[in-house]
């Protein structure tokens, strides 16, 4: 008995130390939405209570928080509503561009939903990819899906260097920067709609780390917001971008209201 009793306060007084790695599984059993996990390699695959399965990176990487936006948070939910509710927003063959698709969990949620039939995302990092198209594999068989390795840009032609420089440094807050020679090739909507004959987006979904500013420019095309019914994206203060964003979208009527940190707008002709 005296033993236990000194070992109990010897642990108090020198708590056994846990590692990083223990630290992060111990998020994973703690979160209320995740049912059992496995580490594979490098990577976990999670299981929701829902069946939904996902893979996602260790504590270096930003996957978990990204995760926890997406499905604890449901940072989108009130999207889903909008378009299960709404027949003039809703139609068999819903259309979603994700711009900035990181490692998929935002394409997974809604094709989850079961609001989407066709997916566009784009994604200027390869590792990011790389898990986005494992990801992928859970619910391809649900919808079309396909993944442009691109920088969404506002003219065509161009070429951009990736940087882990902008708050966190980590996955989800990758950077770009024009660059001549830059290795990643820009892409803008008007190109993925012509390639792809789209008439209409159902939502545009924009969280580009602040290359945002790069697209609503009004010496841009930005013609395609004609065509957009929804369009949702995380305006980065950092570049004094907001009220001009705002003034475009109002310019291509679209009602705008605030949403945690997204800025949504409703195209009127849809309302």
Same mark, same amino acid.
């Given at each position: 008995m005296k033993f236990k009793k000194a070992r109990k306060i010897f642990r108090l007084l020198f708590p056994k +130390? &846990? *590692? @990083?790695? !223990? #630290?992060?599984e111990n998020k994973l059993r703690s979160n209320i939405l995740i049912k059992n996990f496995v #580490? %594979? !390699?490098? =990577? $976990? @695959? &999670?299981e929701l209570l829902n069946g939904v399965k996902l893979f996602l990176r260790n504590q270096n990487h930003s996957d978990y928080e990204v995760f926890v936006q997406i499905f604890n948070f449901e940072e989108y939910k009130l999207i889903v509503s909008i378009l299960k509710s709404n027949p003039k927003f809703n139609n068999s063959n819903n259309i979603l561009i994700d711009a900035g698709a990181n490692v998929g969990f935002t394409t997974n949620y809604f094709i989850n939903e079961g609001v989407? *039939?066709?997916? $566009?995302?784009?994604?200027p990092s390869l590792d990011n990819i *790389? %898990? #986005?198209k494992q990801n992928i594999q859970f619910i391809k068989n649900k919808c079309s899906i396909k993944i442009y390795r691109r920088a969404l840009t506002g003219k065509e032609n161009l070429r951009y260097n990736l940087h882990n420089n902008f708050r *966190? +440094? =980590?996955d989800w807050a990758i950077s770009v920067e024009e660059d001549p020679k830059g290795l990643v090739e820009g892409i803008t909507i008007n190109e993925i709609i012509l390639q792809n004959n789209i008439k209409t987006i159902t939502l545009l979904k924009i969280d580009i780390e602040g290359a945002e500013r790069f697209i609503f420019d009004t010496k841009n095309d930005l013609s395609f917001l004609n065509n957009v019914k929804i369009i949702a994206i995380e305006i980065h203060d950092e570049f004094d971008v907001r009220e001009s964003i705002y003034l475009i979208l109002l310019q291509y009527d679209f009602f705008i209201f605030e949403s945690g940190e997204l800025t %949504?707008? #409703?195209n009127r002709k849809y309302i």
């Amino acid at each position: 008995m005296k033993f236990k009793k000194a070992r109990k306060i010897f642990r108090l007084l020198f708590p056994k +130390r &846990i *590692s @990083e790695t !223990q #630290l992060f599984e111990n998020k994973l059993r703690s979160n209320i939405l995740i049912k059992n996990f496995v #580490l %594979i !390699q490098d =990577k $976990y @695959e &999670i299981e929701l209570l829902n069946g939904v399965k996902l893979f996602l990176r260790n504590q270096n990487h930003s996957d978990y928080e990204v995760f926890v936006q997406i499905f604890n948070f449901e940072e989108y939910k009130l999207i889903v509503s909008i378009l299960k509710s709404n027949p003039k927003f809703n139609n068999s063959n819903n259309i979603l561009i994700d711009a900035g698709a990181n490692v998929g969990f935002t394409t997974n949620y809604f094709i989850n939903e079961g609001v989407f *039939s066709d997916v $566009y995302c784009i994604e200027p990092s390869l590792d990011n990819i *790389s %898990i #986005l198209k494992q990801n992928i594999q859970f619910i391809k068989n649900k919808c079309s899906i396909k993944i442009y390795r691109r920088a969404l840009t506002g003219k065509e032609n161009l070429r951009y260097n990736l940087h882990n420089n902008f708050r *966190s +440094r =980590k996955d989800w807050a990758i950077s770009v920067e024009e660059d001549p020679k830059g290795l990643v090739e820009g892409i803008t909507i008007n190109e993925i709609i012509l390639q792809n004959n789209i008439k209409t987006i159902t939502l545009l979904k924009i969280d580009i780390e602040g290359a945002e500013r790069f697209i609503f420019d009004t010496k841009n095309d930005l013609s395609f917001l004609n065509n957009v019914k929804i369009i949702a994206i995380e305006i980065h203060d950092e570049f004094d971008v907001r009220e001009s964003i705002y003034l475009i979208l109002l310019q291509y009527d679209f009602f705008i209201f605030e949403s945690g940190e997204l800025t %949504i707008g #409703l195209n009127r002709k849809y309302i």
